[in-house]
């Protein structure tokens, strides 16, 4: 086996069923390959294919590890070391930000809930415009058939040590469709972290910073009032598709909430991998649940707290390769001239405007906002004003046809009721890789890039309304 089939085939192991490749074909079930390719990716918000550079920085790695890495624990706990410290440096964290890593940003749900408490009452905000795992898994029950440590997982059953946890879900939109005041939704957490209260159980809030169509709510200065009012509250931030800065993070942690992203959806690189940031306030007197020792190894959880000693040892080479090319990701994008950032996000938001004016589309709030990572580098085509108007099945067959042209965008999500169900929607974002490339062009080669790229996109989609509807 050759040193890129041995890394392509790393980076399909060590997570659940949806990062291995399917039979017959080089693609995962959201459509991303372990190698480079050709395609003309937008697909950020669900999953990218490694980019090449990334994909050489990973050889050159490998190419470096003592011979028993693979399967060395004391190795992999050493190399996540140094990505935790590169981590702290990129963003310019405090050095007692302490940070789990996962195979899946689903599995990060886990981390919030075990360090919360026994008894937690887990208040999930939008769970219609986060990953479908996660209503399991912020329940404290496997939410997979299987998981990085077990092959055959009973997926719906409580994890030990989670299983006192109740679940609410509060959502994000109305019934038509249009996102739900702020001040509504602290309404709800309040009752909610009221009645936890009175029953002697933590309530713990997860928002969602940036969902799947870039919304943050409740803001962050409502939330700030409600941990004062309710002094037990605990906040953790479901940032995973890393749309943020380096200042937000900071921000975050410094309000003592739990910050949970991924590499491989903005940052860019392969899926899947996650971590945590974790605040100091969090980490005192830190207990593990046990049943913990199915999903995570005992090198992914900080060496300096006492209670992971119930995790295992061992080594997940596949994970450690796919944070490793987010890490590297991450790095490359941090290095480009800012303003040079902010011109190609300008564009991006210009030629994805005149798209959705061509095919006679929506745009899903909040879109393309200036100022904001969330909003300026994702958007959601809303596709019920098109003369088929496609619902949420014909959009998903819609986005089939674009991947088997090479024309990558992000699945549609369910976020436009519509008679019956939910109308189509497709997702174009940008990821820190394919800023990188674009950053590199001129401003003439910008602008045509992105005109004939978008072109692209949408000659496809006007071809294609007959043939999905």
């Not at 067959?397 to 189509?424: E, T």
Request: glycine share 10%.
């Amino acid at each position: 086996m050759t040193a890129a089939s041995f890394a392509s085939r790393l980076l399909t192991l060590g997570g659940d069923r949806r990062i291995t490749v399917r039979p017959g074909q080089n693609t995962n079930q959201y459509g991303s390959s372990p190698f480079p390719r050709s395609t003309l990716g937008y697909a950020s918000s669900t999953a990218n294919d490694i980019s090449l550079p990334a994909f050489d920085h990973l050889q050159g790695v490998m190419a470096a590890w003592p011979e028993a890495a693979t399967s060395d624990g004391r190795f992999y706990a050493d190399a996540l070391e140094s990505l935790r410290r590169r981590m702290r440096a990129a963003w310019r964290l405090n050095g007692d930000t302490q940070i789990v890593f996962a195979p899946s940003g689903t599995d990060l749900e886990y981390v919030a809930l075990t360090l919360a408490g026994p008894k937690v009452t887990n208040v999930l905000i939008g769970a219609d415009e986060v990953g479908s795992g996660c209503a399991l898994s912020a329940g404290g029950r496997y939410f997979a058939k299987e998981t990085a440590l077990l092959a055959a997982a009973p997926k719906g059953a409580a994890i030990a040590g989670l299983e006192d946890t109740l679940i609410y879900d509060i959502a994000v939109r109305d019934k038509g469709g249009a996102p739900r005041s702020s001040d509504e939704i602290a309404a709800a957490i309040a009752q909610i972290a009221a009645d936890a209260q009175s029953a002697g159980r933590t309530c713990l809030v997860h928002v969602v910073y940036g969902s799947k169509t870039g919304l943050i709510l409740p803001a962050l200065d409502e939330l700030h009032a409600l941990m004062a009012r309710f002094p037990g509250l605990k906040v953790v931030v479901d940032a995973c598709q890393a749309r943020v800065t380096g200042k937000d993070i900071a921000a975050l942690l410094a309000r003592d909430c739990i910050v949970l992203m991924t590499g491989s959806k903005f940052m860019g690189g392969p899926p899947f991998s996650g971590f945590a940031l974790v605040p100091p306030a969090w980490a005192d007197g830190a207990v593990i649940a046990p049943g913990l020792a199915d999903v995570f190894r005992r090198g992914e959880w900080p060496e300096s707290w006492p209670g992971c000693d119930v995790l295992p040892d061992g080594s997940n080479p596949g994970l450690l390769l796919r944070l490793e090319a987010a890490l590297f990701e991450l790095e490359r994008f941090l290095a480009i001239d800012g303003e040079r950032v902010d011109a190609v996000i300008g564009r991006f938001g210009h030629y994805v405007r005149a798209l959705a004016a061509m095919l006679g589309a929506g745009l899903v709030a909040p879109c393309l906002a200036p100022g904001a990572l969330h909003t300026s580098t994702l958007a959601t085509l809303d596709l019920t004003a098109l003369p088929a108007r496609p619902d949420f099945a014909a959009a998903q067959r819609l986005h089939k046809v674009l991947a088997a042209r090479g024309l990558r965008l992000g699945q549609p999500v369910k976020c436009i009721p519509q008679a019956g169900g939910w109308g189509g929607t497709l997702r174009l974002s940008l990821s820190m890789p394919l800023i990188g490339e674009l950053a590199a062009l001129g401003n003439e080669e910008l602008d045509i890039r992105l005109s004939k790229d978008m072109g692209r996109i949408g000659a496809v989609i006007a071809a294609a309304q007959r043939i999905v509807a």
